[in-house]
């Protein structure tokens, strides 16, 4: 005979059963149950643990041409000591707003032996850190160092020189070019532009448009797609920005060092007395104040991030925190970059990966010593290598731009796993012979210039202009591949060369892809009759008809209706004398 208030066990099952569902709501609800991956992606995912496959980037020595970059140095030197990457399959489902933090937990534990190390020695200085690349750049007394000490420090996988970085701008003619993996030519750009003279824009015969913007249809763009990049964001890594020009307007500023130390963040400091990055920002978001519009995408915010020294030139540590600067910017959406090294460097394949990881693109210039050659970042696969062509007629590629097929692993060493064993430098081009653009340390005055680095923003402008078409949705790599898909080669070329890539970025194409690949959401009737976008609901109404308030009341009456089912079960069953 049963107690009275106590409750069977069928009645105790059904109460832990209701508390269970009831639970289980909840968490479904505040988001505390992820979705299970699929199937097909657990399957992957334990075929390369089974086979044993494991991320190949930066396993083999980034610079080959020395076994030891300390070996001919003497007093202190800068060095450059790399550490395990995260496998990309750590990355592939990791949203692009989360990727930075993954990548700066694993940087920093995967360091923590070498700080150590670092911290027992004075023949040894840490002066940056780096996340994009995990990477410490350090001070080393070369007289009492070798590279074989670093190595011999836990996780450390490589140690290469801060090598010499260069803008393209110029033809540069051939110049000496190392041979073999992680080959690279340390040489400072050589400015020869088609003109430095100065002189009004508006007075040119070019009419309302520069002749780079009419070759690639961006007034068609313009006008049939209703953009002009509002919305979205180039991180211009070059020289500088000087935003006293007319058709210049910055919206963020940072100045990094040769060893990547941030000199400055704000826009009142920004400057260029170089010329070449205010030229670059020009062209990706430049104005019309003059007359004639310079800029693809005059609306989209320029980050001016200046990398270079006094001197023109640039290290390897410096654009490496430029790169981590933008990335880090959820702003960001496209990263400029019309500089580079020379030849093959392994070293700019983590960063260029990352940035893409976390959801930019990587717009670089081939370089400008012709044909056989290239340099890095361009020459990195997962970067978009944009060559020179003419604004006439047949849109001829320019003497001076760069192109080669890259056997990958001959050129870089082992190579990561999604690269393919061939391809071609450059993917696109886009107009750079006597572009016209903004001069720097005036208020109004325009320079012509030429080489890779001015075709190169051509490029990050018409990325703007999909971005700012779709409102953000279309996805980095889809961008960067729609990018490629919908260049024109003017022989009508269905495979790719080392001279046009894919062929000359269309404006038009470029912009009527992204909106294919990312349409506006459908508007949905409300009650009323209107039309609403077919959003995302919001986190508090992923459940039809319930909000997360009533749904808890809505859990708490069933609970409460199960425990008083009970309870009158129990009754009636002492009233029937069970």
């Known amino acids: ?118 911290a027992g020695t004075d023949r040894l200085t840490i002066e940056r850190t780096f996340w994009l690349a995990n990477a410490v750049l350090v001070s080393v007394d070369a007289d009492e160092t070798d590279a074989d000490e670093l190595l011999s420090v836990a996780n450390v996988t490589d140690v290469h020189r801060n090598v010499v970085v260069a803008t393209h701008s110029g033809a540069a003619g051939g110049g000496e070019r190392a041979e073999g993996a992680g080959s690279v030519t340390e040489s400072v750009d050589r400015h020869l532009d088609a003109s430095t003279d100065r002189f009004q824009v508006g007075t040119e015969p070019t009419g309302s448009h520069t002749d780079g913007l009419e070759a690639i249809d961006v007034p068609a763009a313009w006008e049939r797609f209703d953009t002009r990049g509002a919305g ?21 500023w940072a100045d990094f060092d040769e060893n990547g130390t941030l000199v400055s963040d704000d826009v009142a400091d920004a400057t260029d007395p170089d010329g070449h990055g205010t030229h670059v920002a020009g062209t990706v978001a430049g104005g019309e104040a003059s007359g004639t519009h310079i800029g693809v995408a005059p609306e989209a915010a320029i980050h001016g991030i200046d990398a270079f020294g006094e001197d023109g030139s640039a290290t390897f540590a410096g654009v490496l925190a430029a790169m981590e600067h933008a990335t880090a910017d959820d702003d960001v959406d496209v990263l400029q970059m019309s500089l580079g090294a020379n030849g093959t460097f392994r070293g700019f394949i983590m960063p260029v990966r990352n940035a893409r990881a976390a959801g930019s693109i990587v717009v670089a210039a081939a370089g400008n010593d012709g044909e056989n050659t290239s340099s890095s970042p361009a020459n990195v696969y997962d970067s978009l290598a944009v060559g020179a062509v003419d604004t006439d007629e047949n849109r001829t590629v320019a003497a001076f731009s760069s192109g080669e097929p890259i056997e990958a692993v001959e050129a870089f060493g082992e190579i990561p796993e999604d690269w393919p064993e061939q391809y071609v430098v450059p993917d696109v081009s886009a107009p750079g012979v006597a572009v016209v653009s903004a001069e720097s340390g005036t208020t109004d005055g325009y320079v012509r210039r030429q080489g890779t680095s001015m075709a190169a923003p051509h490029v990050s402008g018409v990325a703007a202009l999909a971005i700012a078409a779709t409102d953000g949705r279309v996805e980095g790599d889809e961008l960067h591949d729609l990018l490629v898909d919908t260049a024109v080669h003017p022989t009508g070329a269905a495979e790719p060369d080392a001279r046009y890539g894919h062929g000359v970025v269309d404006g038009p194409a470029a912009v009527e892809a992204a909106l294919a690949a990312a349409p506006p959401p459908e508007p949905v009737p409300t009650e009323n009759g209107d039309e609403t976008d077919d959003e995302e609901p919001a986190a508090d109404d992923r459940v039809p008809g319930f909000g997360v308030v009533p749904a808890v009341v809505a859990v708490l009456v069933a609970l409460l209706g199960s425990l008083a089912a009970v309870r009158d079960g129990g009754d009636r069953r002492r009233r029937e004398g069970l």
């Open 1 to 118: 005979m049963l107690r009275s208030g106590a409750v069977t066990g069928s009645g105790r099952r059904a109460v832990a059963l209701g508390l269970l569902v009831g639970i289980v709501t909840l968490l479904a609800l505040s988001g505390g149950i992820a979705a299970p991956a699929s199937a097909e992606h657990v399957q992957l995912d334990s075929a390369d643990e089974e086979a044993g496959v494991e991320a190949t980037v930066d396993e083999v020595p980034i610079d080959e041409r020395a076994t030891d970059p300390l070996a001919n140095e003497t007093g202190t030197t800068s060095v450059v000591v790399r550490f395990p990457p995260m496998e990309p399959r750590d990355l592939a489902d990791t949203d692009d707003d989360e990727v930075v933090e993954e990548l700066r937990e694993h940087a920093s534990d995967e360091r923590v032996a070498f700080e150590a190390f670092a």
């Open 232 to 252: 979205a964001t180039v991180a211009v890594i070059d020289t500088g920005v000087d935003p006293a020009h007319q058709d210049i307007e910055l919206a963020a």
